[in-house]
């Protein structure tokens, strides 16, 4: 990030490099709340913290439009709340100095609950401005990226809230302002999903798992790469960690981070790291310090801190149906050196 924030996630220095294997990561939580618990939200480093908004809460029962703000992770400040529709699973991008949401569904089992809309802050989340409906399908679970001064999405899905009624897409469009938006391709060559993590790795995108719905036979755990968005290329068709979607992926120095998830009715609490997106390896097996399915995670989302030391996840989900256990943490782990891989 090239913010002048020195003073933003001083909260921990550079860890000794950990063995290869090493399973001690230690996670730290920083807060519980004052947020309510929920599964669906983004959030996105600005220059006056992490800006966080929306998300599904109740249970799962309900979306949310609130916005909050932190500097530390710890101490929390609520903004006023967004004028968009409430919403989860939708797109976030700190982009050309601006926080911008767009798409995303609500919770409703009657009409369209889906959104294609486009918002933009240019005051790192205080005041919104509408910029329209974008020309893509309206959708949630949606892979997006910033990749070469442009904003990418792909995929997702869309129809109904839940059940055979939902669709889903391979779709990728590129817009540099959110409001002019290019198709780069109709039918990307990996197949439709949604809960997919899209990344900007080097000069290429890597495109990782996913899902084509909420059962177990139904996750996916493929890598895709391209260099512009429009012709992909298979690049691992099954790496070493387990098919799953809601996990989360970020780059730190280089190095990919791949965060938990959920695969085969389990909530998972592995990190996995790769230096190439072809070969992975597991680093540990207790992240947020879980052992046990009852502390996995999913539809949590991963920031990393402003100085590129930590990584940190906030809320999420451990339910195993559509509606249940929900997380309001924001958790921190050290991100070793670079010699521990």
Not at 28 to 45: H, I, T
Not at 164 to 180: I, P, Q, Y
Request: aromatic share 12%.
């Amino acid at each position: 990030m090239s913010h002048t924030t020195a003073q933003l996630f001083v909260l921990v220095t550079l860890a000794p490099a950990l063995a290869a294997t090493d399973a001690s990561w230690s996670w730290s939580k920083l807060a519980d709340g004052p947020w309510a618990a929920r599964e669906g939200l983004m959030a996105v480093n600005t220059p006056s913290g992490i800006v966080m908004a929306g998300g599904r809460t109740t249970f799962g029962g309900f979306a949310a439009h609130d916005v909050w703000r932190t500097i530390n992770g710890s101490s929390w400040e609520e903004l006023p709340k967004a004028p968009f529709k409430p919403r989860a699973y939708h797109a976030m991008f700190y982009h050309g100095g601006c926080v911008l949401v767009m798409g995303g569904q609500t919770v409703s089992f009657i009409g369209n609950p889906f959104y294609n809309d486009v918002w933009r802050s240019c005051d790192d989340g205080k005041s919104w401005e509408s910029l329209g409906n974008a020309p893509w399908t309206t959708r949630a679970g949606i892979a997006f990226t910033s990749f070469n001064g442009k904003m990418l999405i792909a995929g997702g899905c869309y129809g109904s809230s839940i059940g055979k009624g939902r669709k889903f897409l391979n779709d990728v469009w590129s817009s540099e302002d959110g409001s002019a938006w290019e198709q780069l391709t109709p039918n990307a060559s990996w197949s439709v999903r949604s809960g997919a993590r899209l990344v900007a790795f080097g000069n290429r995108l890597l495109i990782i798992a996913g899902e084509i719905g909420f059962t177990p036979e139904t996750q996916l755990g493929d890598v895709w790469t391209s260099d512009t968005g429009k012709e992909w290329t298979l690049l691992a068709p099954s790496p070493a960690f387990s098919k799953r979607s809601g996990h989360g992926v970020v780059v730190v120095r280089d190095m990919l981070f791949l965060i938990a998830g959920w695969h085969d009715n389990k909530c998972l609490h592995d990190l996995w790291t790769s230096s190439d997106g072809t070969a992975w390896t597991m680093r540990s097996n207790t992240t947020w310090g879980c052992a046990a399915d009852s502390c996995g995670k999913f539809d949590f989302w991963p920031v990393v801190s402003a100085d590129g030391a930590a990584i940190l996840t906030l809320g999420g989900s451990n339910a195993y149906t559509t509606f249940g256990k929900l997380w309001a943490d924001t958790w921190s782990v050290p991100v070793p050196a670079l010699s521990a891989y």
